[in-house]
């Protein structure tokens, strides 16, 4: 369709951390939508699920989302299953589902739940449908070897049936499009958006105000490397050890290594919850039996089973901001019979992330080269997403680019504030992916 909307049209930012909705009426500017949460409202709405059983509720499990699915988890831990960053398995071929208590869920029906309760939290702003939703979309998905048709296809099922015209734009894209309105002069700008899953980056050449056509894309790239990744690193050096990474267990006469797998499924956020499964507890326990050191692998099996992984989420990214902010900082984190405490350096953590910065950096090569752009024909780097605060991400621009070149603000809201903005485009199909 090619047409301007005829209703209101929403850009829907579905990220790996937060998700973010804009709505642009006819005639309008966008407006953040406001969604109500226990302590008030918020532009804000994390994207994470909490489930429990409830006899009272067709099929026994009730669930929850954004800041409602968190308290629900905080007020009965052991009695919840909370999934969190799911987004980042969108592009899997090995994830098939979720076991939450007795049931499986797909990727799109963890997803159509999760937008049940985005709506449901949003008052009238989206209800009824809007005539046209522009989701944005990573360049490239999270994950070893992501599968964007696979994505995609997830993607459209989990859109399946909200009753509006569904178009797909990458995400840097729609922060282009939202820094664009502040400008009032041609340039050429650089874009990187980084959020928990993924780092993407688009250049775009902007028009004078007032022109038909204001963005003109000229290159994108991505990498599945930004704040979940930061996250790993912190848990791989701070939490694993206690947990037994780098242990040996006896078999058959031998002392072997403790299999790898178990400790990059706890570290990864998308991961760590569906551990807490019949099968997953009953191989560790029998691991914790052969294991040389079985304390650090119960201490494991308590996280998991005590649903603990919210807490150890929030205290890494506790250390984070606050390295963000200052030369040192200390990480705290105790539950399940596990104390944690250590201080931490920024350089130290800037260390543990060096090689994961230096692929970010990599990739913006990528796509200057994808533009054919040189560093000098940049005017502008907008930089957008949680993970750009991190001060070891904008020195990648800095360095390159120059700090009168930088501008930034919007982190969690830009992409949105842009997709919707793009929905009001005369041919809205000339964007999408």
Known sequence: MTSIADGPVLGLDFGTTNSVVARLDAGGVPQMVAFDAPEGVDTVFR??????????????????????????????????????????????????????????????????????????????????????????????????????????????????????????????????????????????????????????FSVVRVAEPGAATRCVPLGHAGIGIAGDRFDYRIVD????????????????????????????????????????????LAELDKLARAALDPAAIERMIA??????????????????????????????????DLTIEADVTRAEFEGWIADDVARIAATVDTALTAAGVADGAIDRVFLTGGTSLTPAVRAIFTARFGEDRIASGGELTSIAHGLALIGAEPDVAAWAV
């Not at 905080?74 to 999934?83: E, T, V």
């Not at 499924?265 to 998308?270: K, L, N």
């Not at 929030?314 to 900082?329: I, T």
Request: charged share 25%.
């Open 237 to 280: 050096r701070l939490v694993l050890p206690m947990l037994g990474k780098g242990g040996l267990y006896r078999s058959f006469g031998k002392e072997l290594e403790i299999p790898r797998s178990y400790f990059a499924d706890f570290a990864d956020w998308s991961r760590l919850a569906l551990m807490r499964n019949r099968r997953t």
């Open 47 to 200: 994207s994470a699920l909490c489930f429990w059983q409830d006899d009272a509720v067709k099929g026994g499990l009730a669930v929850d989302a954004g800041p409602w699915g968190i308290a629900e988890y905080l007020a009965y831990p052991q009695d919840s299953r909370f999934i969190q960053s799911f987004k980042s398995v969108a592009a899997s071929a090995t994830f098939e589902h979720a076991s939450i208590f007795d049931k499986r869920y797909r990727f799109e029906e963890l997803g159509r739940m999760f937008l049940d309760k985005l709506r449901a939290r949003s008052g009238s702003a989206m209800t009824p449908a809007p005539s046209r939703i522009i989701v944005g979309r990573p360049v490239e998905y999270a994950g070893s070897r992501p599968d964007p048709d696979l994505a995609r296809r997830r993607y459209d099922l989990m859109f399946a049936g909200v009753g509006a015209e569904i178009h797909y734009v990458y995400e840097p894209l729609g922060a282009a499009f939202s820094y664009a309105s502040r400008l009032d002069a041609p340039a050429t700008i650089l874009v990187a958006d980084f959020g928990g899953g993924t780092s993407d």
């Open 303 to 336: 996280v998991i089973d005590q649903e603990l992984g919210y807490p150890l989420y929030a205290a890494v990214g506790e250390l984070k901001r606050a390295l963000s902010a200052d030369d040192a900082a200390h990480f705290h984190f105790a539950g399940a």
